[in-house]
């Protein structure tokens, strides 16, 4: 589902991307483990299509990316939880699942609120969808986030350090969440610097170091 091939990627003179090669299958959840600095952010970056890299191709659901092709074949297969969620604060968390649904892929409405009803129940916040962003806690938004990018039919998940500033309960909680959603098919890929987190996943540990995966 998705393949990582000797991807590099620099910033002015500055190597932080040294070819890095992996692969997840369907399904899989993957954790990039590494220290600050080792380029964990800018291969999630690279991947989500945030950054532009070098060399090298990544290849989702049979379609192949390399540096110098556009990404619009990727466009709805990738998505992306922020460290900060990112959630429209003027919009209930029903209207923040069903924005892009709706306004970018020109879904049904309906047929997008069934949906998001379905999501918001496999994130344990089926009450909270007339809610707005600032009446949730922290692990609630989180949880918002994901059903938001689930709703667009994705083939692979991304997280951007999704315990950071979670209590060992709501870390847990997101712990079954991800898994919930890989054993649909979606394959995950989240990147931590979180060793005991990135254990409770079960999932393929991939270890950065200095632009290289160690082990």
């Known amino acids: 589902m998705l393949k990582i ?21 369907e399904g899989e959840i993957g954790v990039v483990l590494g220290k600050s600095g080792a380029g964990k952010t800018t291969l999630l970056r690279c991947i989500n299509g945030l950054e532009s890299f070098d060399e090298g191709y990544m290849e989702i659901d049979s379609i192949k990316v390399d540096s110098s092709n556009n990404r619009e074949g990727l466009r709805g297969k990738v998505g992306m939880v922020f460290q ?43 009450e909270k969808a007339d809610a707005y962003p600032h009446e949730l806690s922290g692990g609630q938004q989180q949880r918002v986030a994901i059903a938001r990018s ?9 997280f951007d350090e999704p ?53």
Do not use: W, Y
Not at 90 to 111: G, Y
Not at 184 to 193: R, S
């Open 5 to 25: 091939d000797n991807l590099r990627k620099s910033f002015g003179d500055t190597e932080v991307l040294k070819g890095i090669s992996f692969e997840l299958k």
């Open 150 to 158: 689930c709703a667009l039919n994705l083939k692979v998940l991304c």
């Open 84 to 126: 900060n969620f990112n959630l429209f604060p003027h919009m209930t968390v029903m209207e923040n699942i069903i924005a892009s649904p709706t306004l970018v892929f020109k879904e049904d409405v309906n047929q997008a609120k069934e949906k998001a009803m379905k999501l918001l129940k496999m994130v344990d916040l089926e």
């Open 163 to 215: 315990t950071s500033a979670l209590d060992p309960e709501t870390v847990k909680r997101i712990v079954e969440i991800i898994k919930r959603f890989s054993s649909t098919g979606m394959t995950v890929l989240i990147i931590t610097h979180d060793i005991p987190f990135a254990e409770m996943t079960g999932g393929k540990i991939i270890k950065l170091v200095d632009g290289r995966i160690d082990e």
